[in-house]
């Protein structure tokens, strides 16, 4: 029992910290909101396993509704972990699927601070252009629209850093009127079928994000590989939980 409350209080303060520490970074979403959550849930149930172990074995003697309580509850913890599970296994396993080599790369656009790169944007943008130079006759759709806050648009952002890097602008496609993965993707695939590159594609985006992007790209029938772009390590959890709640997403209500 000690060292089962001893874990819950560690896992909670643990989870506190990284999905707490990202909140100054001007990042606050479903990710790290239920991340602390469940944090609290944790360390609450640490500090007072005994009262909560009470309660269930005080519900489950009073038989009928109390034993359907408990029985709802532990159902429900199960549901959750068993598809926070299967989900990471799919997100893990996503980032290891190759391209076909010379593929020409989509690379999904994300936020820009004013002119600027974000971290997680040039991440992609250093992964698309390791990929560039190695497939030395690839091209690339740079993908992303303006949004909030953005002088420029994500791809003109892209386009600006990768000529920069050494890459050629012959080589480089924009798309700068998407507002999300889906539409990315779509108009992506447009571009593909215009310049007849064909309906292979190595989708560069957050190691994270890829098997969502991989998963809307095979519905618009473009067959990808992924290109995996780092998160900086105190970014991970809250973005990996979020895109937790946006596979559920594409799983229910993608077309």
């Given at each position: 029992?000690?060292?089962?409350?001893?874990?819950?209080?560690?896992?909670?303060?643990?989870?506190?910290?990284?999905?707490?520490?990202?909140?100054p970074?001007?990042?606050?979403?479903?990710?790290?909101?239920?991340?602390?959550?469940?944090?609290?849930?944790?360390?609450?149930?640490?500090?007072?396993?005994s009262?909560?172990?009470?309660?269930?074995?005080?519900?489950?003697s009073?038989?009928g509704?109390?034993?359907?309580?408990?029985?709802?509850?532990?159902?429900?913890?199960?549901?959750i972990?068993?598809?926070?599970?299967?989900?990471s296994?799919?997100?893990?396993?996503?980032?290891?699927?190759?391209?076909?080599?010379?593929?020409?790369?989509?690379?999904?656009?994300?936020?820009?601070?004013?002119?600027?790169?974000?971290?997680?944007?040039?991440?992609?943008i250093?992964?698309?252009?390791?990929?560039?130079?190695?497939?030395?006759?690839a091209?690339?759709?740079?993908?992303?629209?303006?949004?909030?806050?953005?002088?420029?648009s994500?791809?003109?952002?892209?386009q600006?850093?990768?000529?920069?890097?050494?890459i050629?602008?012959?080589?480089?496609y924009?798309?700068?009127?998407?507002?999300?993965?889906?539409?990315?993707l779509?108009?992506?695939?447009?571009?593909?079928e215009?310049?007849?590159?064909?309906?292979?594609?190595?989708?560069?985006?957050?190691?994270?994000?890829?098997?969502?992007?991989?998963?809307?790209?095979?519905k618009?029938?473009?067959?990808?590989?992924?290109?995996?772009?780092?998160?900086?390590?105190?970014?991970?959890?809250?973005?990996w939980?979020?895109?937790?709640?946006?596979?559920?997403y594409?799983?229910?209500?993608?077309?």
């Amino acid at each position: 029992m000690r060292a089962v409350q001893v874990l819950l209080i560690v896992l909670g303060a643990a989870g506190l910290f990284f999905f707490g520490a990202v909140i100054p970074k001007r990042v606050l979403n479903v990710g790290n909101l239920s991340g602390l959550f469940m944090s609290v849930l944790l360390l609450l149930g640490g500090f007072h396993l005994s009262g909560v172990c009470s309660f269930f074995a005080y519900a489950w003697s009073r038989k009928g509704a109390g034993t359907a309580v408990v029985v709802m509850l532990l159902g429900a913890i199960s549901a959750i972990l068993f598809l926070a599970v299967l989900i990471s296994l799919k997100m893990a396993f996503a980032m290891r699927v190759r391209p076909k080599a010379g593929a020409p790369a989509i690379v999904l656009g994300c936020e820009v601070r004013g002119e600027k790169p974000s971290r997680a944007l040039s991440s992609r943008i250093d992964a698309a252009a390791a990929y560039l130079q190695e497939n030395e006759t690839a091209v690339a759709i740079l993908s992303g629209g303006k949004g909030s806050g953005e002088r420029i648009s994500e791809a003109a952002c892209m386009q600006r850093e990768l000529v920069k890097r050494g890459i050629a602008p012959e080589r480089l496609y924009v798309e700068d009127t998407s507002r999300s993965t889906r539409e990315n993707l779509i108009n992506s695939g447009k571009i593909l079928e215009e310049k007849g590159l064909g309906q292979d594609a190595a989708i560069v985006t957050s190691e994270f994000h890829c098997y969502r992007a991989m998963l809307i790209a095979k519905k618009e029938g473009i067959s990808a590989g992924a290109v995996p772009a780092k998160t900086f390590w105190l970014y991970l959890p809250t973005f990996w939980v979020r895109e937790l709640f946006g596979v559920l997403y594409e799983w229910q209500y993608g077309l």
